[in-house]
């Protein structure tokens, strides 16, 4: 069974800046795609950023703020956000395409306020 661990997530201020890991219990292709979501309270899970072998996609939301990123030697895919907002508050998923199985892991909650 597939398992996403998400970490790093916690209280920031706005302006400042937080890197979330994804530990998967399996080492990933580089061609499996992985990438972050998140969900805020009230509202539905949006994607944040994709990451294929050879591309990147990101919401317009945090387009030139955040950046993904991938070790698969580590089993592990990062997120680092900078310049957050307090609209950026929410619970962030990762995503990991195994094969053909999409697996999430169970979030780690973003708190962006003074």
């Known amino acids: 069974q597939v398992q996403l661990v998400e970490s790093g997530g916690g209280l920031v201020q706005p302006g400042g800046s937080l890197r979330l890991s994804c530990a998967a219990n399996?080492?990933?292709?580089?061609?499996?795609?992985m990438g972050w979501y998140r969900q805020a309270p009230g509202k539905q899970r949006e994607l944040v950023a994709l990451i294929s072998k050879s591309d990147t996609e990101y919401a317009d939301s945090v387009m030139g703020r955040f950046t993904i990123s991938r070790d698969d030697a580590r089993n592990t895919h990062y997120l680092q956000m900078n310049s957050l907002k307090p609209e950026d508050t929410a619970v962030y998923y990762c995503y990991l395409r195994v094969g053909s199985t999409d697996t999430w892991g169970k979030g780690t909650l973003v708190t962006v306020s003074s």
């Open positions: 399996v080492r990933p292709f580089s061609i499996w795609p």
